[in-house]
């Protein structure tokens, strides 16, 4: 869970971006990159291939106000989709304090979706986490295509817990801040509750 670095007095928190291969993850940490004010950002650090697919992970250091005299600081990531990657998406989810789920609309896709969802469930109950305790937020990316699943489909069928929501096409930024402030609110939530 959260880093406390009590000589910076600075309070670290993870968030993961989640979900199937080229759902648009790494674009949605790139749009927060360009957009956020070079004071409150570090470096966007990215791993990939020549085809741009994210190996390892992405990531984006922001500091969003304070806590009692410590300054907030989010770590955004990453994981890679692809199947084959298993044990990084593991080792990303150490530590996390929120995971932002992100489900690539087009129909083609839907079963990706689920079977992401369900891989990211075990991934942290293999770390001791339960997906239902953790500050947790969906977009639904990719809304400008034409080959979409309704919203209230993808609702039934990845947000049970009811968890915010949001529409997104990240290439443009829609839903891409809307999301990113859902699941950091909930962490900040979470957070005051144990400072």
């Known amino acids: 869970m959260s880093f406390i670095n009590y000589s910076s007095r600075e309070i670290n928190c993870k968030i993961v971006y989640y979900g199937p291969g080229l759902c648009g993850k790494t674009t949605n940490l790139q749009f927060i990159y360009r957009k956020t004010n070079p004071e409150q950002k570090g470096k966007l650090i990215s791993l990939a291939t020549e085809t741009e697919r994210t190996l390892f992970f992405d990531f984006l250091p922001l500091a969003l106000g304070d806590i009692k005299g410590f300054k907030i600081r989010f770590h955004l990531y990453t994981v ?116």
């Open 80 to 195: 890679p989709g692809q199947v084959f990657y298993a044990a990084s998406r593991k080792l990303i989810l150490k530590g996390v304090d929120g995971v932002v789920f992100v489900a690539d609309s087009q129909i083609e896709r839907t079963e990706s979706n689920i079977e992401s969802l369900d891989d990211l469930k075990i991934n942290l109950a293999e770390q001791g986490y339960d997906l239902d305790k953790l500050p947790f937020a969906i977009q639904y990316n990719k809304r400008d295509l034409p080959n979409i699943v309704p919203v209230a489909d993808l609702e039934k069928l990845l947000n049970y817990r009811n968890v915010p929501s949001f529409e997104a096409v990240a290439v443009t930024g829609k839903g891409v801040f809307e999301t990113l402030k859902a699941v950091a609110k909930q962490v900040l939530f979470e957070l005051k509750k144990h400072y």
